[in-house]
């Protein structure tokens, strides 16, 4: 049994996808079942509440012998995933998946991948079997310019000339179920990137030549994203912390590939001109 946390998720929901298609065992986490019925129409046993509730994370460990550890980013997931790691322990869980992030390293100073590489950290002390994935930038952030680009062919980003090794977050998922399909006999990293460096103006014109529309990428300055940030999202904490983070990626902290993704699954990652055609109707009025 495989036991994923965020299973409505991008990347646990893709995992759960190819895992239940694999014919494997799934139990998956949401607060909201209603947001799961077509994982639970293919199989998958969905469980209704909150990661930080011990004694109903406790109960589902029992039997399960991978988790596949995914959580959204928030003020509470250090200390929510550091619980699944503990209880996975204590139940005797053979193998932990954990999705990380590419700018996880004892360097990084934004909290966000403080906070994957503390939980790395607490997971390789404790002794659990672990595989680490580290992803690079995911493209459904794209989504969240797609109106821009439909209504005005332009997006802005406060990255400057920083290149991003961007990858699907569900070929992640997909790379995750792969992974959590079987207990290893050692510990590893993995970097999940894209196979071609790119910049946002490259990026941009991967877009037009997609939707056969001319759109450009704006420099942003850094003070303008955080105000757009503060004046669109509710929570400061995520106000800040994706600031710090988009800081640490204009600084370089994307800036690399490696061929893990597509080592793993075994198929040409999609790219972005495959992504744009996926989601085209977002993208053009
Ligand atoms: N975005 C990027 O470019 C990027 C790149 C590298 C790594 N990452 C990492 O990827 C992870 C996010 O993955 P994702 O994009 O698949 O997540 P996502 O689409 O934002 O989904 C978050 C999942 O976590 C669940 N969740 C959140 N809080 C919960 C709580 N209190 N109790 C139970 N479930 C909870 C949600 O379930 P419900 O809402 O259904 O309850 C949902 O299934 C983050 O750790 C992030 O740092 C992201």
């Known amino acids: 049994m495989i036991f994923i946390t965020g299973i409505t998720g991008r990347v646990g929901s893709s995992a759960a996808r190819y895992l239940l298609k694999h014919g494997l065992d799934v139990k998956g986490l949401t607060r909201d079942s209603a947001k799961a019925i077509d994982l639970a129409a293919l199989g998958a046993d969905i469980i209704e509440g909150d990661i930080s509730d011990d004694t109903l994370i406790k109960n589902t460990l029992k039997g399960v012998s991978t988790v596949l550890l995914v959580t959204g980013n928030g003020p509470h997931q250090l200390e929510a995933e550091c619980l699944i790691a503990r209880e996975s322990a204590a139940a005797g869980v053979q193998h932990i998946v954990k999705i990380s992030s590419?700018?996880?390293?004892?360097?990084?100073?934004?909290?966000?991948?403080?906070?994957?590489?503390?939980?790395?950290k607490y997971i390789e002390e404790i002794g659990l079997t672990y595989t680490f994935l580290r992803p690079n930038f995911f493209m459904q952030n794209l989504m969240l310019f797609a109106q821009s680009i439909k209504m005005s062919d332009q997006f802005s980003l406060p990255l400057g000339k920083a290149k991003t090794g961007i990858i699907d977050a569900n070929d992640v998922g997909e790379i995750a179920g792969i992974i959590a399909s079987s207990i290893p006999e050692t510990s590893s990293v993995r970097k999940l990137t894209g196979g071609t460096l790119l910049d946002f103006h490259e990026v941009a014109e991967l877009i037009?030549?997609?939707?056969?529309?001319?759109?450009?990428?704006?420099?942003?300055?850094?003070?303008?994203?955080?105000?757009?940030?503060?004046?669109?999202?509710?929570?400061?904490?995520?106000?800040?912390?994706?600031?710090?983070?988009?800081?640490?990626?204009?600084?370089?902290?994307?800036?690399?590939?490696?061929?893990?993704?597509?080592?793993?699954?075994?198929?040409?990652?999609?790219?972005?001109?495959?992504?744009?055609?996926?989601?085209?109707?977002?993208?053009?009025?």
């Open 208 to 285: 037009s030549n997609e939707l056969g529309k001319l759109v450009t990428y704006n420099e942003q300055s850094h003070d303008d994203f955080h105000a757009l940030l503060a004046r669109t999202i509710p929570s400061p904490w995520h106000v800040e912390a994706v600031s710090l983070l988009f800081k640490e990626i204009a600084n370089g902290a994307l800036e690399s590939t490696t061929s893990d993704a597509e080592d793993i699954l075994g198929r040409p990652l999609t790219d972005v001109r495959g992504f744009v055609a996926r989601h085209k109707p977002a993208f053009i009025r």
């Open 102 to 120: 590419m700018e996880a390293s004892p360097t990084a100073t934004a909290p966000i991948p403080v906070v994957h590489f503390k939980v790395e």
